[in-house]
């Protein structure tokens, strides 16, 4: 008996140490104002609440742990228009328990630079970028951005870009893209209409995320506004808006496990 508790005892140690092992990186944008129609108009922006609450909650109840990380270390903004009741399909709850994290999770509101995700990057096994206007702001001018999406194709590690995150994949030279040829979706050229003139009311100066990333040499497909579409190709999972949650979800944890089982010991090494 007391063998048999030794080793239950020694399996869920292990268990715990290969979950705290196991850390996604999340990569917030810390802007907070949006310059529309050339600056003649200012619009709060931030992260989306649900493209990234939804993305966080899944990967801790599959037992992950997760870090954040913003430019220069400071707490990301919320978008006010996430807060709305339309993207939360009426799930008011959900929607109260990811406002009082963001107000009250002592790692959400002390975030690492950017800078410091760079030197710790092989301590992850994941990357996951919420959506948002706010990373058109900020993450698409950040010279830490190519280098941490660079990593993660290299060593195959599962990456998650939500909405307009994938926009993100145009900060890396064509000439040095990994993920060119990739399958790859984001907010579509009609919701981005949608939003223009319908949420913003205004233009932002970067936008036409589809025409750029074909542009660029991936292959981009998308489904009507509101649909609940995300595709992988190989380590990379991209979603379209935030009523994609689910099919982001269940695309990202399946990446997860493919590589967990292809590298079952995690190598903390550099590239």
Not at 106 to 112: A, G, R, S
Not at 218 to 227: A, R, W
Not at 247 to 260: I, K, R, W
Request: aromatic residues 8%; glycine residues 4%; proline residues 5%.
């Amino acid at each position: 008996m007391k063998i048999r508790i030794l080793l239950l005892t020694i399996l869920l140690l292990s268990q715990t140490v290969s979950a705290q092992n196991n850390k996604i990186l999340f990569v917030m944008s810390a802007a907070d104002t949006l310059e529309l129609n050339n600056g003649k108009k200012l619009r709060q922006t931030g992260v989306f609440l649900n493209e990234f609450y939804l993305a966080y909650k899944s990967v801790i109840q599959a037992g992950y742990t997760v870090d954040f990380a913003t430019p220069n270390g400071i707490t990301a903004t919320i978008d006010n228009q996430s807060s709305n009741a339309k993207y939360w399909k009426n799930n008011l709850e959900m929607k109260d328990e990811a406002l009082l994290f963001t107000q009250t999770d002592c790692l959400f509101n002390n975030p690492k630079t950017l800078e410091k995700a760079v030197e710790t990057k092989a301590d992850y096994i994941g990357l996951v970028i919420p959506g948002g206007q706010g990373l058109m702001v900020d993450l698409t001018n950040d010279a830490n951005i190519p280098i941490l999406l660079t990593h993660f194709a290299k060593t195959k590690k599962p990456t998650g870009l939500i909405c307009h995150a994938p926009s993100l994949l145009l900060t890396i030279p064509m000439a040095e893209n990994p993920y060119i040829g990739f399958e790859v979706n984001s907010v579509s050229p009609l919701e981005e209409f949608i939003i223009e003139h319908f949420i913003m009311k205004g233009k932002p100066k970067n936008r036409k995320i589809a025409q750029q990333l074909k542009k660029m040499g991936l292959k981009y497909k998308h489904k009507l506004p509101k649909s609940n579409f995300s595709i992988k190709d190989r380590n990379l999972v991209t979603s379209q808006n935030p009523f994609s949650g689910a099919a982001f979800n269940t695309l990202y944890l399946e990446a997860l496990t493919e590589y967990l089982n292809e590298n079952p010991v995690t190598k903390n090494t550099p590239e």
